[in-house]
């Protein structure tokens, strides 16, 4: 097996031989951009990492449909952006502010398109199969947006709606990506399932984490500001978990905070993190973080794979899970 440094190089290069020099350029320029301000790339990563467990012949059957994954997770980003009103990405403009909803709806669509278009170079024996799983992921990270989108007009959330919504917007793509790799390498039908179900569980983790940080994480290592998700209201892993365990009293007091205007800034974050501190919140997203990490590590142990596969797949998921276990 290569080195998770030798599999991520193998990735970047390969992004940046995708051809987005085409006409017309305000169609596909922004498809080059937004795949050019970076990102994690953990999803092609997962899925070539899957794949090499099995197998050693690394070519374009199996790194294009790796890319699709990336592709796809972009073009919802270009629209999530607009849904969200988001001005920045990544510290960059998002592809809506540097040029218009149209252009970046148009874009999307197109990015989306050619996510299949680079998925149907897996093996001819695989296409059925690996676009079936697409397929109905791609329909499934729709369902979590919807689902998420609800919540900003909801008052009060239940925390397993809540996990119902990152399992389907955040989830399921990463649990594809072990799966697409595991099928296109050939590998056993429960060994595929049972590395969807580790991927699914480490999703969570990650998503919780991901919401954990944009509260308490440290600006430099996060790669965006601080607060962000206070700022906005957002209904996060912290906020939802926040309103079910507090009693009216502290409900009052939490909406009251919520009701600072955004101008409030420094100050409103101040205070709402404060507040999740004091209500054990902050301790709690650390337990979950490090109980669906954990869960995720059992099912692979259960896997039917040697000392060296399951070696591997752990440090990528130590990639993913690092600053909170």
């Known amino acids: 097996m290569k080195t998770l440094k030798q599999l991520n190089s193998i990735i970047?290069?390969?992004?940046t031989k995708l051809d987005w020099d085409k006409e017309p350029e305000r169609l596909y320029k922004p498809l080059e951009y937004m795949l050019s301000i970076g990102g994690k790339r953990l999803r092609p990563r997962f899925c070539l990492t899957a794949y090499n467990l099995f197998s050693d012949k690394i070519d374009d059957s199996i790194i294009l449909p790796a890319l699709s994954l990336e592709?796809?997770?972009?073009?919802?980003?270009?629209?999530?952006?607009?849904?969200?009103?988001a001005s920045l990405r990544r510290g960059q403009k998002t592809v809506y502010k540097k040029w218009n909803s149209d252009i970046a709806i148009l874009s999307g669509d197109a990015m989306c398109?050619?996510?299949?278009v680079l998925l149907a170079n897996a093996p001819?024996?695989?296409?059925?199969?690996?676009?079936?799983?697409?397929?109905?992921?791609?329909?499934?990270?729709?369902?979590?947006?919807?689902?998420?989108?609800?919540?900003?007009y909801m008052k009060t959330i239940k925390i397993e709606d809540y996990m119902k919504m990152i399992a389907l917007k955040t989830g399921?793509?990463?649990?594809?990506?072990?799966?697409?790799?595991?099928?296109?390498?050939?590998?056993?039908e429960s060994i595929c399932d049972?590395?969807?179900?580790?991927?699914?569980?480490?999703?969570?983790?990650?998503?919780?984490?991901?919401?954990?940080?944009?509260?308490?994480?440290?600006?430099?290592?996060?790669?965006?500001?601080?607060g962000g998700d206070i700022l906005n209201n957002k209904k996060t892993w912290l906020l939802v978990n926040c309103y079910n365990i507090a009693n009216s009293k502290k409900k009052k007091d939490l909406c009251k905070?919520?009701?600072?205007?955004?101008?409030?800034?420094?100050?409103?974050?101040?205070?709402?993190?404060?507040?999740?501190?004091?209500?054990?919140?902050?301790d709690n997203a650390e337990k979950a973080i490090a109980?669906?990490?954990?869960?995720?590590?059992?099912?692979?142990?259960?896997?039917?794979?040697?000392?060296?596969?399951?070696?591997?797949?752990?440090?990528?998921?130590?990639?993913l899970i690092t600053r909170i276990k």
């Open 257 to 282: 905070l919520l009701m600072m205007p955004e101008s409030a800034g420094k100050k409103k974050i101040s205070k709402i993190r404060q507040f999740f501190e004091d209500m054990g919140v902050k």
């Open 71 to 85: 592709v796809f997770h972009s073009f919802t980003l270009i629209h999530d952006d607009i849904m969200d009103k």
């Open 172 to 188: 399921v793509l990463i649990a594809c990506s072990a799966k697409l790799g595991a099928l296109i390498a050939g590998a056993p």
């Open 291 to 319: 109980d669906n990490y954990n869960k995720a590590l059992e099912t692979l142990e259960r896997l039917e794979l040697n000392a060296a596969q399951k070696a591997q797949m752990t440090k990528y998921a130590n990639t």
């Open 12 to 15: 970047d290069k390969a992004i």
């Open 113 to 116: 398109i050619d996510s299949y």
């Open 194 to 226: 049972g590395l969807y179900k580790f991927g699914l569980q480490l999703g969570l983790a990650f998503q919780i984490q991901d919401d954990y940080l944009d509260s308490f994480g440290d600006e430099k290592v996060f790669g965006k500001r601080i």
């Open 124 to 152: 001819w024996g695989k296409l059925h199969s690996t676009m079936e799983l697409f397929c109905k992921t791609a329909l499934q990270v729709c369902e979590g947006q919807q689902y998420d989108m609800d919540f900003e």
